[in-house]
């Protein structure tokens, strides 16, 4: 019992001493809590300094510097605004006269020479106007051959450059002309074009025409269409079934050309710097590809012509006589590029090369197989004429046909030039002849 009490007493004595710590906790805690309270009033009362004092300023000078602020800003705004309204309008004074210059330059070439105009036009590449037919919505509608759109004549359509320059690629030009050539069991001289045109009130039409090389009544076909862009679809897919589609990529004199494949007539590209096929318009559009610039004479004043008028008559009837003769023997009024001139120049000298190596008969020149490539490739790229039914002599590329063929070529360049000159000086027939007329 004794020991009972005792832990009884000392449990007693645990539990106040636990009171009394808490208290003395609380009591800490509180005074602890009133002295940061006491620091906190004195750092608030630091802080609470009677300030300087300063002059206050009036409400109403305020407003007054603010406006005279805000209106110098718009002042500069202004200034601003107007400075880039001037700039504005003599830019645009400007650039409406420049336009202005030049469509009045325009008209005046056009008013001169309208064919000079079409030569430009097709040599830029100019783009028509009009795109979509106005008279015409539907697909392409291919009318009876030989006949004319209801209304309408040859010298109603407007054709349009560039021509066409190389085979298998129609995808940006608007004319073209092609011919094919064949004397191995037929006669065979033909040609193909094709053109985009359009009638006088704007409506699309593909247009070909085909027969043989210098043919007078060719025949021909319209494909009314709804829009250039439905003309010139049509215009490549038949374009691409006469040329590449008929043919093999080969090399031939070093050139890349198409070859026909067996039974097919494969239709080459002509480069023609002027042409006779095609509608009247097809006449106007002359793109000389590879031609040789001639230096322009550096003083305004133009020289007089050396030599004396007997001479220079002479020269200007052979010059005429050129002409002349190179249309006969040509397809017409119809000239090749110069560089159509230059291949066919390569194309002779390895038909030379190659008689070196065969008999000199016509008829092993005829049964010689790279000899009639290179009389195809030659008679397929520029149109000249052959008679019906002619014989092989008078086609195969023998000695004498080959010197023919020279100067044929020589007289074709001359004729080029001659008909390119728009020139206002009076030309010296004698400048390029190292001569002295006494």
């Known amino acids: 019992m004794a020991k009972k009490k005792a832990t009884k007493k000392k449990a007693t004595k645990k539990k106040a001493t636990k009171r009394a710590k808490k208290t003395v906790k609380k009591s800490t805690a509180k005074t602890s809590a009133k002295k940061k309270a006491s620091k906190a009033t004195k750092k608030s009362g630091a802080k609470k300094k009677p300030a300087k004092k300063t002059a206050k300023k009036s409400p109403k000078k305020k407003l007054t510097k603010k406006k005279s602020t805000k209106k110098s800003t718009k002042k500069k705004a202004t200034r601003k605004k107007a400075a880039k309204k001037a700039t504005t309008k003599t830019a645009r004074k400007k650039a409406v006269k420049k336009t202005a210059t030049r469509k009045a330059s325009a008209k005046a070439s056009a008013k001169s020479d309208p064919k000079k105009s079409a030569t430009v036009a097709a040599k830029a590449g100019a783009s028509p106007s009009v795109l979509q037919s106005p008279g015409y919505t539907g697909k392409p509608n291919k009318l009876p051959r030989d006949t004319y759109p209801a209304g309408t004549s040859p010298n109603d359509f407007r054709c349009w450059g560039p021509p066409a320059t190389v085979d298998g690629d129609f995808s940006a030009v608007r004319i073209c002309d092609m011919g094919s050539f064949s004397q191995d069991g037929k006669d065979s001289n033909k040609y193909y074009h094709g053109a985009l045109v359009q009638d006088a009130k704007d409506n699309w039409?593909?247009?070909?025409?085909?027969?043989?090389?210098?043919?007078?009544a060719p025949s021909f076909q319209f494909t009314q269409c709804d829009s250039e862009a439905s003309a010139r679809a049509?215009?490549?897919?038949?374009?691409?079934?006469?040329?590449?589609?008929?043919?093999?990529?080969?090399?031939?004199?070093?050139i890349r050309t198409l070859r026909a494949?067996?039974?097919?007539?494969?239709?080459?590209?002509?480069?023609?710097?002027t042409r006779s096929t095609g509608l009247p318009d097809a006449r106007s559009i002359k793109v000389n590809d590879g031609a040789k610039h001639k230096a322009k004479p550096t003083s305004g004043k133009s020289?007089?012509?050396s030599g004396d008028k007997q001479t220079r008559k002479l020269l200007q009837d052979l010059t005429v006589a050129t002409i002349a003769y190179t249309r006969g023997s040509m397809a017409d009024s119809s000239l090749p590029t110069q560089y159509a001139i230059d291949e066919a120049r390569t194309i002779l000298s390895e038909a030379q090369l190659r008689l070196g190596k065969i008999k000199d008969s016509v008829t092993a020149q005829v049964k010689d197989k790279e000899l009639n490539t290179l009389t195809r490739l030659l008679y397929g790229r520029i149109p000249k004429k052959t008679s019906v039914h002619a014989d092989d002599s008078t086609?195969?590329?023998?000695?004498?046909?080959?010197?023919?063929?020279q100067n044929d070529l020589d007289a074709f360049e001359s004729a080029l030039y001659a008909t390119d000159i728009q020139d206002q000086r009076q030309p010296d027939l004698l400048e390029e002849m190292n001569l002295s007329m006494e």
């Open 205 to 216: 039409y593909a247009y070909f025409e085909w027969g043989r090389t210098g043919a007078s």
């Open 234 to 254: 049509v215009f490549a897919k038949q374009l691409h079934s006469k040329n590449d589609r008929r043919g093999e990529w080969v090399s031939i004199a070093g």
């Open 261 to 273: 494949k067996k039974g097919k007539d494969c239709y080459l590209v002509r480069p023609m710097a």
């Open 303 to 305: 020289k007089p012509p």
């Open 395 to 405: 086609w195969v590329l023998s000695k004498d046909n080959i010197l023919s063929w």
